[in-house]
Structures are given as structure tokens and as C-alpha cells.
């Protein structure tokens, strides 16, 4: 009788082996993960970045006009005209600057711009959305030359699908109609 | 007048605010506009552009020339090519 119980846990063990083996290398496997996974970066809080966004959209409402805050809020974007007449530039968050010819509608250029922050432990993160369009929105209308200088210059459709922005730009006469229309 | 900053990941914060008529404030403010600039930051000041409905910015490249009766200099990462 005890041989034949010995016998059965022998039989069991070696059934149970393989099994806690197998586990004992996936826990093996599992911390190794963790061990290479980042430290939580600075969103470890997931409302930090929305609360930042929405610091940055009422900063970006109290500095541009009226007719700019609501393109930015219904579009997602904002127009502003350039120094040189028939002129103007497409601000995008986190996108290239879009240049072009409101008369015609042509696409002129993308001028790719960031404002990487350098300093400390926030580099390497970057500005919420509506920091980075008033940024730009900034930079163009205080020193629209030394914007262009420092950007790269690229033809259209190099970020930026040109059908996306055509489709914004009808978007937008769509919206200055309605909002002509509702005024009068 | 304010002084805001811009920061990744958290909108703008508040350097440092004071009265520029008043000598403590302004060398404070002088201070900070400088390690602002050193920390490679550029600076504007939102205004309204005189006779017209448009708004537009003015960069500031020393303290000296913020607009008097200006309410706050915004610094954010200078520009670089993308």
C-alpha cells in the first residue's frame, strides 16, 4: 500500500514539474519586463495632461482675438495672416506651420518649427497643444521673419496631408460664411 | 505684472509677479527675465494691434523693452527647426 502511494506521488510530482517550472520562468520573465519597462514618466497622473491642456487653452483665449479663439475651438486650428499681403499661415498643434495664398488657395510651403523645453527633467516632454499653437501664434505675428528663418522649410505634403489642409481651408470659408451670415 | 512660463506637460506657471514701479519688484522681475532668457526662452508680451481688432505679440529681448503698463511677459522654449 505505501509503495503504491510513494509510487502515485512520484508520478505526481513529476506531472507537477514542468508546470511550476513553466510558471517560475514567466515570473522570471514578467519582472525582467518591469525591470525594463520606463519609470512612470510625468503623466503618471492621468488628469495632469488634461488639466495642462486646459491651462493652455485659457492662456491661448486671453491672448488671441475673439475671431481666432473660435476658429481654434471649432476648427482646431488657427489662420493668421502674414506680413506680406495675400499671404497667410495655417497653426496646427504639434504640426508644421502651413503657408499659402488665401486669393487662390494654393499650398506655398510647411515650415516645421518646435519649442523643445531643455531645461531640468521636463526635457524631452512637450508644451500641451494649445501652448504649442501659441507659441507659434506668437513667434509669427512678434517676429514672423525669425520664425521662417528657423524653421525647415518643406514643400507641401511633407507632414501634412495637402487634402487635409484643402479640406480646411473649405472648412474655414464654410465657417467665416456662417459666422458672416449670423452677424447680419 | 505676471510672469508666465510655459511647461511641458503643464501649461504656463507663475515665475514671478510684481509692481515695476516699485524698486524691490522691478529688480526681482529684472532678475528673472534675464535667467529666463539664459535658460533659452524666449519672451512676448500679447497686445492689441493700435486701430484694429487684431491681436498680435511683441517679443521682448531685454526687460527694458516690455511695454509700459504691460500685465504679463509669457517666456516658452525658443524655436528650432522640426
Known amino acids: ?184 | 505684472m505676471k510672469f508666465l512660463r510655459m511647461r511641458p506637460g503643464h501649461g504656463e506657471v507663475l515665475l514671478t509677479e510684481g509692481d515695476p514701479d516699485v524698486r524691490e519688484d522691478e529688480e526681482r522681475l529684472v532678475e528673472e527675465f534675464r535667467r529666463q532668457l539664459d535658460e533659452g526662452m524666449w519672451a512676448a508680451v500679447p497686445t492689441h494691434a493700435p486701430g484694429s481688432g487684431r491681436r498680435q505679440a511683441v517679443m521682448i529681448h531685454e526687460y527694458g523693452e516690455i511695454p509700459s503698463g504691460a500685465d504679463r511677459v509669457i517666456f516658452f522654449p525658443r524655436a528650432s527647426g522640426g
Open chain 1, 1 to 184: 500500500m505505501s509503495l503504491t502511494v510513494l509510487a502515485l506521488s512520484l508520478v505526481a510530482l513529476a506531472l507537477a514539474v514542468p508546470t511550476l517550472a513553466e510558471r517560475l520562468s514567466a515570473a522570471r520573465r514578467r519582472r525582467a519586463k518591469e525591470a525594463k519597462r520606463p519609470e512612470r514618466s510625468v503623466f503618471a497622473d492621468p488628469g495632469r495632461e488634461r488639466r495642462a491642456e486646459h491651462r493652455a487653452r485659457e492662456l491661448l483665449r486671453s491672448c488671441v482675438n475673439d475671431e481666432e479663439w473660435s476658429m481654434y475651438r471649432d476648427l482646431g486650428f488657427i489662420r493668421v495672416r502674414g506680413s506680406t499681403p495675400g499671404y497667410a499661415y495655417l497653426i496646427y498643434p504639434h504640426k508644421p506651420v502651413v503657408a499659402y495664398m488665401p486669393e487662390s488657395g494654393r499650398l506655398l510651403n510647411e515650415y516645421c518649427v518646435e519649442f523643445p523645453d531643455m531645461t531640468g527633467a521636463i526635457a524631452g516632454s512637450r508644451l500641451p497643444d494649445s501652448d504649442d499653437v501659441l507659441a507659434k501664434w506668437m513667434a509669427l505675428t512678434g517676429d514672423e521673419r525669425r520664425l521662417i528663418r528657423t524653421a525647415n522649410m518643406h514643400l507641401p505634403g511633407r507632414q501634412v496631408d495637402p487634402g487635409r489642409v484643402r479640406r480646411d481651408l473649405w472648412r474655414l470659408a464654410q465657417w467665416e460664411r456662417s459666422r458672416s451670415s449670423a452677424r447680419s
